[in-house]
């Protein structure tokens, strides 16, 4: 395994972090009263798509490429957290984003009483457990720290990635919505610290284990297939969407960003890019 050196954190960061229920800084869990003006059409010549940071930035700035030379104009706005993207799309800053699943969508809706809708599936990145000291999982010792995201769908998928590498046991009716108080066996003791997904990477070297997305692992040096100690399989559930407001749903433009989209050109890029480490899901 290779060898990361990575940013130094001071134990402060470690402190209170647990069961935070957000996934971005400083977000309070309110609902913003304001939204896009209903009832307007996208425009045909121009779409403005948020994603997030590393390999949705590079995968939409081929689409982006390819849309150009059909007289289609994609303006990208890049967000390096989960929280905003959302935000800038109910509020009509954005047409469309690419980065989340349907767990953390639905649940993101219903806390903010959000109008967003999903209109295709765009890529799957397995989640990785990695470590800057261990090889594989089996290493890990009695009472050994665990970092996992903090919000609830990431930190589900989370729990049950560590139950997959056999590390624990979770109440079988917790399902996507799994906690740490969810867990049933622990047989390592191990401990579990919720931390901001994007600032995982950082502060791997003060934990003997992490799961991280695989988009922030990638924006930190990482080859999930080659240096996480344990992977999601290949053909898990949790695959990323293409999302807009639930008005645009049927715009025709909409439609023609699937199509580039889910293109062979795009799958090509993927495959060749990625290795692996990213999956198409058309």
Not at 27 to 38: C, I, L, P, V
Not at 158 to 176: H, N, Q, Y
Not at 198 to 212: K, Y
């Amino acid at each position: 395994m290779k060898k990361f050196l990575l940013s130094t954190v001071t134990a402060l960061s470690l402190i209170g972090l647990a069961a935070c229920g957000t996934s971005g800084e400083g977000d309070t869990g309110e609902t913003d009263a304001g939204g896009a003006e209903e009832g307007t059409a996208l425009s045909e010549e121009k779409l403005v798509v948020g994603v997030t940071a590393g390999p949705h930035e590079q995968i939409l700035e081929k689409v982006q490429e390819l849309a150009a030379e059909q007289g289609l104009e994609i303006e990208l706005s890049v967000f390096t957290e989960y929280v905003m993207p959302n935000v800038a799309l109910d509020e009509g800053n954005l047409d469309l984003n690419v980065f989340q699943h349907k767990p953390y969508l639905e649940d993101f809706k219903e806390d903010r009483n959000l109008d967003l809708t999903d209109v295709a599936t765009a890529v799957n990145f397995p989640m990785g457990i990695y470590s800057t000291e261990l090889a594989d999982v089996s290493e890990l010792q009695e009472g050994d720290t665990l970092g996992l995201p903090n919000d609830p769908t990431n930190g589900a998928r989370s729990l049950m990635l560590f139950e997959a590498a056999g590390l624990i046991k979770l109440d079988p009716e917790a399902g996507s919505s799994a906690m740490v108080s969810d867990i049933i066996e622990n047989p390592k003791n191990l401990e579990f610290i919720e931390l901001e997904a994007s600032q995982i990477p950082r502060q791997l070297d003060e934990l003997a284990a992490a799961a991280i997305n695989t988009n922030f692992a990638i924006e930190h040096g990482y080859v999930p297939t080659e240096d996480s100690i344990f992977i999601e399989a290949s053909d898990s559930p949790w695959v990323n969407l293409i999302v807009t407001r639930t008005e645009n749903k049927d715009d025709p433009v909409v439609q023609k960003f699937i199509e580039i989209y889910q293109s062979d050109e795009v799958k090509q890029f993927i495959e060749e890019e990625f290795a692996g480490s990213v999956v198409a899901s058309w």
